[in-house]
């Protein structure tokens, strides 16, 4: 069947107004699109960027009606978004991209892990834990592992670290009982990154691979292209890409692995959106991944996804701005004529809040990393 792209001036929708809905609004409007954000909040950092700004929950019936009668194309900039409204907006007739139902596989942590071991992708060693009874047996292929909250958890909240099965009970406990995964923990050589954009019409393409290094379970910097042998790095864009056609999926589509000894790779998660290890897209190829959400909503073909020159992304999280949220030392970054600064606009800078990011391009991904550690040591 012949799919008719959405064209500008066209109104596109999407759930979610924090900074991915930002930069994917600045995208649409870019392009010509209009776009309406939902999102209770009244500072969200989309609305800046929306021709429209719905600040009602997003299970508000008024809400998703108007959104639907009003949008051409929706999307949604967080996984954590109702998978039933996006469901029922679907079932308006517009199209919605990705599916509630890929929406409501990414939100838990048991039904993803289970749906990528079924395609034939490996995971870590996990153990779905509905109740404390299922602590009680042999725990030895998961431990020492990390108890992960199945929902809700992000940025490395809700998930307890724990050596001994006594530990994971306490844990669970610490986790109100909540549903969680015992997932082992993992020797980890690299953490990698690969995104894809994938059509109704099945095109796909998958940008360069990402190296990602946390602190305190929050992305710190990206790397690409990925320090990692070429090999590897195009198995993983093979694997996103194979879990992409396997969910039969449209959007785009983040997926985290784990680089192991011995150049085994296994995935971690993905995310049903683009993703904080993509931002150094919007400087380093010629479409970004938000552009690429754009495209796929609207039935377009992906864009170009090769890397135009060698990048780094620094995340700038509120404990960068000083106390009563004085700004940071912006005019080493802003007076390097290779660097990129892109803020929220949120105006409470709390600890670990990201506020903003920045890429460094240069001539290899080694330089860029070493300018990009400078520039952040000037900042305070
Ligand atoms: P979140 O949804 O918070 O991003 P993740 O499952 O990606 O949760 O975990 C956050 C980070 O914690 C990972 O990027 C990785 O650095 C570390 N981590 C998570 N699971 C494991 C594991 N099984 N083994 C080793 N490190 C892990
Ligand atoms: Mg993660």
């Known amino acids: ?3 008719k792209p959405i064209l500008p001036p066209a109104m596109l929708g999407i759930l979610g107004g924090g900074q991915l809905g930002r930069m994917f609004a600045t995208a649409a409007k870019t392009m010509g699109y209009r776009v309406t954000v939902l999102d209770p909040d009244q500072n969200a950092p989309a609305a800046d960027f929306a021709d429209v700004h719905i600040a009602k ?5 008024d809400a998703l ?3 639907a009668r009003t949008c ?3 999307t949604t900039e967080f996984e954590n978004v109702n998978a039933d409204s996006m469901r029922w907006l679907a079932a308006q007739g ?4 990705p599916s509630g139902d890929c929406v409501a596989i990414a939100q838990d942590r048991v039904a993803e892990k289970t749906f990528i071991r079924n395609a034939g992708l490996a995971t870590a060693p996990f153990l779905a834990i509905n109740n404390a009874g299922d602590l009680n047996g042999d725990l030895s292929a998961y431990l020492p592992g990390i108890l992960k909250t199945a929902r809700l958890g992000y940025d490395g909240k809700g998930q307890v670290r724990v050596k001994t099965a006594e530990e994971a009970r306490l844990a669970l406990s610490d986790l109100k009982h909540q549903p969680c995964v015992l997932e082992k923990m993992m020797p980890l050589v690299a953490e990698v990154s690969a995104i894809v954009a994938r059509t109704s019409k099945t095109e796909i393409a998958c940008f360069p691979v990402a190296e990602n290094q946390h602190v305190g379970g929050i992305l710190d910097v990206s790397i690409v292209p990925a320090r990692v042998e070429a090999a590897i790095a195009e198995r993983a864009r093979q694997m996103a890409m194979q879990l992409a056609e396997k969910l039969n999926y449209v959007g785009v589509l983040a997926v985290e692995f784990f680089v192991l000894e011995g150049d085994e790779l296994v995935i971690n998660e993905m995310a049903p959106r683009p993703h904080n290890s993509g931002h150094y897209t919007l400087d380093a190829t010629l479409t970004s991944q938000f552009e690429q959400q754009v495209r796929t909503m609207c039935h377009l073909y ?3 996804t090769d890397l135009l020159r060698p990048a780094v992304m620094v995340n700038l999280l509120g404990d960068v701005w000083g106390e009563h949220g004085a700004e940071p030392r912006w005019d080493v970054l802003l007076t390097a004529p290779n660097t990129k600064l892109h803020l929220y606009g949120k105006k ?12 460094v391009l240069a001539a290899s991904a080694d330089a860029a990393l070493e300018q990009a550690e400078a520039i952040k040591d000037t900042l305070r």
């Open 1 to 3: 069947m012949a799919v």
């Open 65 to 67: 009606a108007e959104l």
């Open 94 to 97: 517009v199209p919605v991209s």
């Open 57 to 61: 929950p997003y299970t508000d019936p």
């Open 348 to 359: 409470d800078a709390r600890a670990g809040r990201k506020m903003g990011h920045f890429n």
């Open 72 to 74: 051409a194309a929706i």
């Open 302 to 304: 992906p864009g170009k």
